[in-house]
């Protein structure tokens, strides 16, 4: 089993709703949660961070954190065509430092 | 902002050259990473280091090795480079465990081994 899951799309969305975009990992002691976009040719830049459960929001976006089912996911709101890219969910285990990452899901928003 | 600079964008080396890849960041941040990025793939986590001298191997440390002789920098060696070794290399860096441990990436380093 993976540590970190992602459907890796490609998941195409219109522009104006909602794209969901979901994570699970294995290990229950995990503790830190991030979501990253990365563009083509570009490298991973943080969009959110989330440490306990429940959802955190910030603009357009916003995670939310299910530890008991090992779940971590992302919606943005009013998708815009800037929103296409590659999102990566990533996981620190607690008392360890390794950061994980999923193999990411690809994201269209079509105007 | 924190920064995390890698040597090169782009780098050709030829089959059995050994390879380094040098990452620095300027932010004092304890923990740095080595992932290597393949197509369907994902980030692959190669090494990691949390201190000065001390790394840990990550998912896929065959054929390469590291270096962390000063905090800010952390090095990749490819021993005896081979094809299969082509690939984006990103470096990261971030702050060790707590909150605010976010990691942060350099630009990346597209290796290609002929």
């Known amino acids: 089993q993976k540590e970190v899951e992602q459907n890796s799309g490609p998941l195409s969305v219109p522009e104006g709703a909602i794209a969901s975009l979901n994570c699970t990992y294995s290990?229950?002691?995990?503790?830190?949660f991030f979501w990253y976009r990365q563009y083509s040719g570009k490298s991973p830049e943080l969009i959110m961070s989330?440490?306990?459960?429940g959802d955190k929001e910030d603009g357009r976006f916003t995670a939310q954190l299910n530890k008991a089912s090992q779940y971590v996911s992302l919606l943005i709101r009013d998708s815009q065509p800037s929103d296409s890219a590659t999102y990566l969910c990533?996981?620190?285990?607690?008392?360890?430092?390794?950061?994980?990452f999923g193999q990411g899901t690809r994201l269209t928003i079509n105007p | 902002d924190v920064k995390v600079t890698q040597s090169s964008r782009y780098l050709v080396k030829r089959t059995g050259e050994k390879v380094f890849l040098e990452c620095v960041q300027d932010?004092?941040?304890?923990?740095m990473f080595w992932y290597r990025q393949d197509p369907g793939l994902g980030l692959r986590l190669i090494y990691f280091s949390y201190d000065v001298k001390m790394k840990e191997k990550g998912d896929i440390p065959e054929g390469y090795s590291v270096s962390r002789e000063k905090k800010e920098r952390f090095s990749l060696i490819l021993e005896s480079a081979s094809t299969n070794q082509t690939s984006m290399y990103l470096c990261a860096s971030s702050q060790k465990p707590g909150q605010n441990t976010e990691a942060f990436f350099g630009q990346g380093t597209r290796l290609t081994v002929v």
């Open positions: 990533a996981v620190i285990q607690r008392g360890a430092q390794k950061l994980v």
């Open positions: 989330i440490y306990s459960n």
């Open positions: 932010m004092d941040h304890e923990n």
């Open positions: 290990d229950r002691v995990s503790q830190s």
